[in-house]
C-alpha cells in the first residue's frame, strides 16, 4: 500500500503537464499478471522493471510490490515462495532487459492513468484513489483534511489491481459456466439413473415377488383343490349310498301295497320290519360340511416392514459422506431463543420429517415443531400442556416415536401429532434421552437415570427386552443413540465421556472417547449422529464442539458449534443441523439455538 502524500507545488506541475510514461508497443514481453508491457529502467519509475523472483519466473516490479508481505512473495505461477526481505533489493531479470533492448522495438508517448477530471477541483486530474472512500480523487483531495489518514494508491496500481480483479472473475465466470455444464450434465445422469433404478425395482424387486406371489398361489389353489376334491368324492359315494336307499325303498312299497291288497298280514308286518332296518342304518345328513378356510392372512398395518426388507432405496450420498468437517465454515442460524413459533428454548431432539423438514422437540416450551430446511417454521406444532416435556424423536412407519422427560414415558404419534399409544405406567422408565428404529422395526431407548436401554415393540410400546451391559460397556447416564444399517447401536455413555457400540443383542464391541478437551476426548456428550460413511458425529457438549470420529473410533477432526451443542441431525438432503443451548452472558439468561452447515 502508498500513501501518497505530494506537496501543491507537485499538483500543480501535474495538473498542467501529466507526466510522461514511456510504454513498449505490443509485441513487448509482458507480465504475467497484469499484462503490462516490461519497461527497461529507469522507465515508468521502474515500476514495469522486469524482477526475477527465487523460482525463475519474472514479473513486473508493480505486481512484485502488490504480491509482497512480510518479507515473502508467492509466485503467481507456480506458488513456491520466495524470501525477499527487501522489496528494492528483488534481482532485476536482465535476460528480459537485454531482449527488450535487442528488440529495439518503437516507443510511444502516454499520458498518465486518468480516469476525467476532479469534481472538487475541476483544473485537476484524477490521478490518485482512495480505498478508504472507495473513489478517484485527484492531488489535492489527497492532501485534503478529508482523505487524512486514508489509504490512498495511484491510480496505475489500482487500474492494474482492477485488470487483476478483471482476470479473476473471467476465470471465475468460466468455472461458474463449467459447473453449469457439469450440473447439467450431472442432472441427465440423475434422470438416467432414475430410469435404471426403476427397471432394477422391476426386474430385481417386483418380478421376482410377483413369480414367488403366483407360486404361493399355485401352491395353495392346489391344497385348495385337493382338500375340496376328498370332501367331494366323500359326498358322491354318501349321494350313492342314498339313491340306492331310495330305489330299495321303492321296492319294498311296492311289495308293501300288494300286501295291503291281498289282506297278507304276516306279509305286511315283514315288509315294515325290513323297511325299518334298512332306513335306521342310513345317514341323510351330508357326511361333511364346506368349512374350508384360507389360514395366516398378511397383517396390513406391518406390510411396511415386509417391503422394507424386501428392498429399500439407499442413497450413499448423504452429501455428509464428501464434506469436509474442518472446512465447514460458519453456522447458518435458523432459529432463535424464544417462544413464539419459530423460535425455540432448549432444543433437544431432531428427526426429518415425513415432509423432508426437521423435526424439533422445543424442550422447555413442552412443543414440537417442524421447520423448512431454510429455517421457515412449517405447519406442524403440536404443544403438550400435560406436564410432556419432548426430549428424543425418531421417525417410524410415516409415525414419531417420543421420548418424554416430563411423564417418564415414550409415546407413538401420528403425522399430525395425536398419540397412538403411551408407555405411562409400564415402561418403568427413568429420564428417558434418545430413541431410535432398529432395522427390524422394534424401537431403542436410552432410559437415562436407569442406566439401561430398552427395546419396545414398535406397534404397542410393549417393552420386550433391556441391555444394562457390564464391564467394559457398562453404561452411566446413556444420552444420544444411533444405529447403522447393520443394526448396531451407537450410545453416548453420558457419564464416562465416551462412545459405546453394541450389537442389537447388547453385545459389546467397543468403547471410543475419553474425557478432555484434546483431539478426540469429550467432556459430558450428549448428541450423536451417523453419516452416509459411518462417520460418528458426537455433540461434545461442554468443549462447545462437534468430533467426527471414523467408524471404528479413530478421531478424524473437530468444528465448533455456536454454543453448548445438544442433539446433531445429518439430513437426507446433506445439510448438517444442530440443536443445543447455553447459559448467556446477560444474567445468566438461556441462549437456545437451531442451526446448520
Known sequence: RVVLEKSMAATSTTATAPAKRARLSLGAPECPICFAPYQAPPAHAGRRVPKSLGCGHAICFACASHLWEEGVIACPICKIRSRVPNLPD???CFALIQILEQLDLPVQEETGVTVGKCRLHEDKNLEAYCRSCDKAVCLRCVVSPAHAGHTVVEMAEAAMEAKIWLKQMQQQLSQ??????????REDQIKSLQRTLEEQIDADIIAPLHKAVDAHREELVRAAHKACAARQERLVAQQADLTRAVGAMEGTLGSYVAAMEADNTVALVQVAAEQRARVDGLVTEPCCRPDIELVGRVPGERMGDVFSRIGRIFDSTAQAVTRDYAALGRARILASHGTAVGLVRDPAGLCESVNGG?????????????????????????AFSDGTKPMGISRCEGHYIVTDHGKARVFRMDPTGAIVWSTSGSGN????????VLPDGRVVVSDCNNHRLQILEADSGAVVDTIKPLAPAKLKNPAGLAVDADGRIYVVDHGNDRVVVLESDGTYVRAFGTEGTGQGQLCLPQGIALDGMKNVLVADRRNQRVVVFRNDGTPITHFAAPAMTMRILVHSCGELFIGGCDAGTNGGAMNSFLCSF
Do not use: M, Y
Not at 422447555?364 to 430446511?373: D, G, K, V
Open 90 to 92: 528483488l534481482p532485476t
Open 429 to 436: 422408565f427413568s429420564k428417558p434421552w434418545d430413541v431410535k
Open 176 to 185: 461458474l459456466k463449467a459447473a453449469v455444464d457439469l450440473v447439467a450434465a
Open 358 to 382: 426437521v423435526l424439533v422437540c422445543d424442550f422447555e416450551n413442552s412443543r414440537i415443531q417442524e421447520f423448512f430446511l431454510d429455517g421457515r417454521p412449517a405447519e406442524l406444532v403440536v
